[in-house]
C-alpha cells in the first residue's frame, strides 16, 4: 500500500516537472520572464493585450569612471493599445558562487529611458540585473489597474575604476599644450632671454604703500583673505606677502598678519620669517607679527576692524580670496585713510575692493604678482607661457564664433567638458 | 532661558552695530565675544569634524549593525588616514626648538596637492567651460535671433574678448591692442557696477535679518 502510494507520488511530482518544461519550452525566450501583477482581485486582463517584457537587456561597467557604477541599458518598448508604461524599475541581485541572491529595487527610470547607472556597487561583486517595466492597463472604460513585467536576467558584471577618462581627452590636451608653452618659456627665461612684462599700477604702488607706512611711523596690516591653504587665491597672497614682510623688513616697518586659518598662520610664519632673514634682518622678526583670530568669517571682520581702528595703520593689504566681508574690512580701511590694496579672483568681492581700495588686482593680475614683484625667471616665464595659452583661446573664440555663427562647424563643442 | 539667551544676542548684535557710530566699550565687548567664542566654536567643530569624524572612526570604526542593533560584521579600518594624521603632528614640530623645519614638510605636501588636485578641475571650469559658453552663433541657430538677442551675442563674444586682451600680461597695451584692452577694462568695470547693485541688494538682506531679529524676536513689535 505504501509502495503504491509512493509510486503515485513520484508519478504525480513527474507530471508537474515535464508539464513545466513544457510550458518553458512553449513560451518565447523574453517571456521566461515573471509576470507579476497588481491588478485588484478579480479584475481580468483582457487576451488582448500583450504585455511585453524589456528585452535585450545590457550590462556593462560604467565606462571612464572612478567604479562603483554599472550602466544597464535595454530596447525601446513598442507602444501597445491600452497599456502604457509608466516607468521602469531597476532590480539587482549579488551572484555568489554562480548563483543570484535575492533581487533588491536599487532605482527607477523614466517610461522613455532606455537607460540607467547603478552607482551604488561594490567593485568587489559580481551583480546580475532584471529590468521590470510598470504598466498602466486600462482594462475599460472605468478601470485602470497597474501590472509589472520583469526582463530575463541579465549577464553578470562588475563594476571597475578606470585610470583614465577617455571622455576628457579634450581637457588632457588643453592642460598639456600649457604646461608645454609655460615649461619652454620658463627654460627660454632660465636660459638668459629677458621676459617682458607690463605695468600693473596695483603693484608698482607696493613700495610706495609700504614707504608711506616708514615716513608715517606706521602699521602695515597684511591680510590674506578668509580661506585655508587649498585655495589658491590664498597661496598667491601668501606669496605676495613674502614680497611684501621683505621691503617691510628692509624698511624696518612693523607688519602685522592676521590670520583665519591655522593652516595660512603656520604658512605666512615661515614666509614672513624666511623674507626677513632674505634681507638679512632674522632678528627683526616676532613670532606675534603674525597670528590667528578667529575661524569664523564675521568674527574674523569683526576682529580686524576693532585692531584698524584702534591702530590705525598706514597702510593695508588684502590679498587672498575674500567673500561678505571684504567690503567691511575695506570701508573700515578706508575710514581711517590707510592706503589699501587689494587684489582677488572672488568676482563678486570685486567690485567692494575696487571701490573702498587706493589700488586693486583684479583676478589674474594676483596670480601674476608674484612674478612681477620677484621677477624671477620661473615665475616670468610661466607667467609669458600662461599668456600663450590666453592667445591660442583668443583664437579659439574668433575661429569658432565664425565657424558657428556660419553654420559651418560646432567648433564649441571641442570644449566640451563631460562629467564632473 | 531662551528669553536670556535673546536679550544677550540683541544685546551684543546692538554692541557690533553701535561700531557705524564710532569704536566704543561696547563694540570692544562685543568684539572680544565674538572672536573668543568663534574660535573656541570652530576649534571643537574641526575636533569633532576631523580628529574625531574622520581620523579616529576611521582608523577604529565601529562594528556594523543592522536596524534592529544586531551585529553584522566588523568596521574596516582605513588606514590611509594616519599618513594624514602624521603630517598633522609634524604640523607641531615647530613648537619644539631645532626640529621646528619639519612643519615645513606637511605645508609643502599641502601646496602641491592643491596645485595639482584643482589643475584639470580650474582648467575645466575657468577655460573649457568658459570658452564653450562664449562660442556662440551670432545671429542665432538658424539665423533666428532676433535684434536684442544679436546684440547681446556680440557683446558676450567681443567682451570675453576684449577682456582677455587686457590680461596679456607680456605686452605693452598700445595701439590697436591698448584700446581693445581699454574696452576690456570698461567691460570689467561695467559688469562690477552691476555686481556692485546685486551684491548690495543681496546684503540688504542680511540687515533685514538682523532688523528682524530686533523687532521681532526681541522687542515682540513684529508679529
Not at chain 2, 21 to 49: C, M
Request: hydrophobic residues 45%.
Amino acid at each position: 500500500m505504501q509502495q503504491e502510494q509512493s509510486i503515485a507520488f513520484k508519478t504525480g511530482m513527474l507530471s508537474i516537472c515535464l508539464f513545466i518544461l513544457l510550458g518553458l519550452l512553449y513560451l518565447p525566450p523574453e517571456s521566461v520572464a515573471q509576470q507579476e501583477s497588481s491588478v485588484p482581485p478579480g479584475t481580468a486582463i483582457p487576451d488582448s493585450i500583450q504585455l511585453k517584457p524589456p528585452i535585450h537587456i545590457e550590462v556593462k561597467d560604467t565606462p571612464d569612471d572612478a567604479g562603483g557604477s554599472v550602466t544597464i541599458r535595454w530596447e525601446e518598448q513598442p507602444v501597445l493599445e491600452n497599456a502604457v508604461i509608466q516607468k521602469y524599475r531597476i532590480l539587482r541581485a549579488s551572484v555568489e558562487n554562480s548563483v543570484p541572491g535575492e533581487f533588491i529595487f536599487v532605482g527607477e527610470a523614466t517610461n522613455r529611458a532606455t537607460v540607467f547607472s547603478d552607482g551604488s556597487t561594490d567593485d568587489d561583486s559580481t551583480y546580475v540585473y532584471k529590468v521590470e517595466a510598470v504598466y498602466e492597463l486600462k482594462v475599460d472604460d472605468t478601470t485602470v489597474v497597474t501590472t509589472t513585467v520583469q526582463s530575463s536576467v541579465s549577464d553578470e558584471v562588475s563594476s571597475s575604476a578606470q585610470w583614465f577618462n577617455f571622455q576628457r581627452i579634450n581637457v588632457f590636451v588643453g592642460v598639456v599644450l600649457l604646461s608645454f608653452f609655460i615649461l619652454y618659456y620658463i627654460y627660454q627665461a632660465q636660459s638668459g632671454k629677458k621676459l617682458f612684462i607690463r605695468k600693473i599700477a596695483g603693484l608698482e604702488a607696493v613700495d610706495e604703500a609700504v614707504g608711506r607706512a616708514t615716513e608715517m611711523g606706521k602699521k602695515i596690516f597684511y591680510i590674506p583673505g578668509t580661506q585655508d591653504m587649498d585655495n589658491v587665491q590664498t597661496i598667491a597672497g601668501v606669496t605676495i606677502l613674502g614680497r611684501v614682510a621683505e621691503i617691510a623688513a628692509q624698511y624696518d616697518t612693523w607688519l602685522e598678519v592676521p590670520v583665519s586659518r591655522s593652516l595660512v598662520l603656520v604658512t605666512a610664519k615661515e614666509i614672513v620669517k624666511e623674507a626677513y632673514s632674505k634681507v638679512g634682518r632674522p632678528d627683526a622678526f616676532r613670532e606675534d607679527q603674525v597670528h590667528y583670530l578667529t575661524d569664523d568669517q564675521f568674527g574674523y571682520a569683526a576682529g580686524i576692524d576693532g585692531m584698524v581702528v584702534r591702530e590705525r595703520p598706514a597702510t593695508i593689504f588684502y590679498m587672498g580670496a575674500f567673500y561678505a566681508e571684504s567690503l567691511i574690512l575695506a570701508e573700515t580701511g578706508n575710514s581711517i585713510g590707510a592706503i589699501q590694496i587689494s587684489g582677488t579672483a572672488m568676482p563678486s568681492q570685486l567690485p567692494f575692493f575696487v571701490a573702498a581700495c587706493d589700488y586693486t588686482l583684479i583676478g589674474e593680475e594676483l596670480f601674476a604678482a608674484s612674478a612681477y614683484l620677484s621677477r624671477e625667471p620661473k615665475l616670468l616665464g610661466s607667467l609669458k607661457g600662461q599668456d600663450v595659452g590666453k592667445a591660442l583661446i583668443l583664437i579659439s573664440l574668433l575661429v569658432g564664433t565664425i565657424l558657428e555663427t556660419f553654420h559651418i562647424w560646432q567648433f564649441s563643442s571641442l570644449f566640451k567638458v563631460i562629467g564632473e | 532661558m531662551e528669553h536670556v539667551a535673546v536679550w544677550i544676542a540683541a544685546f551684543l548684535t546692538l554692541g557690533i552695530i553701535s561700531f557705524l557710530y564710532k569704536d566704543n566699550p561696547w563694540y570692544k565687548l562685543s568684539e572680544a565675544i565674538f572672536v573668543g567664542i568663534s574660535a573656541g566654536y570652530w576649534f571643537v567643530v574641526l575636533f569633532w569634524d576631523n580628529i574625531y569624524g574622520k581620523f579616529w572612526v576611521g582608523v577604529f570604526p565601529p562594528d556594523v549593525v543592522d536596524e534592529a542593533g544586531n551585529f553584522v560584521s566588523h568596521g574596516v579600518p582605513d588606514y590611509a588616514l594616519i599618513v594624514g594624521a602624521v603630517l598633522g603632528v609634524l604640523m607641531l614640530a615647530r613648537l619644539l626648538p631645532g626640529v621646528g623645519w619639519i612643519s615645513r614638510w606637511p605645508l609643502a605636501f599641502i601646496v602641491g596637492c592643491t596645485s595639482g588636485l584643482y589643475l584639470m578641475n580650474y582648467f575645466s571650469s575657468n577655460i573649457m567651460r568658459q570658452v564653450q559658453g562664449t562660442i556662440i552663433p551670432l545671429f542665432g541657430i538658424g539665423y533666428g535671433a532676433s535684434v536684442y538677442e544679436i546684440i547681446g551675442n556680440i557683446v558676450i563674444v567681443g567682451g570675453t574678448f576684449a577682456g582677455l586682451v587686457y590680461f596679456f600680461f607680456s605686452k605693452e597695451h598700445r595701439g590697436a591692442f591698448g584700446a581693445t584692452a581699454k574696452v576690456g577694462i570698461w567691460v570689467i568695470m561695467i559688469t562690477f557696477g552691476a555686481s556692485f547693485g546685486y551684491t548690495v541688494m543681496s546684503r540688504m538682506s542680511l540687515l533685514i535679518g538682523r532688523i528682524d531679529f530686533l523687532f521681532g524676536d526681541w522687542l515682540g513689535l513684529i508679529k
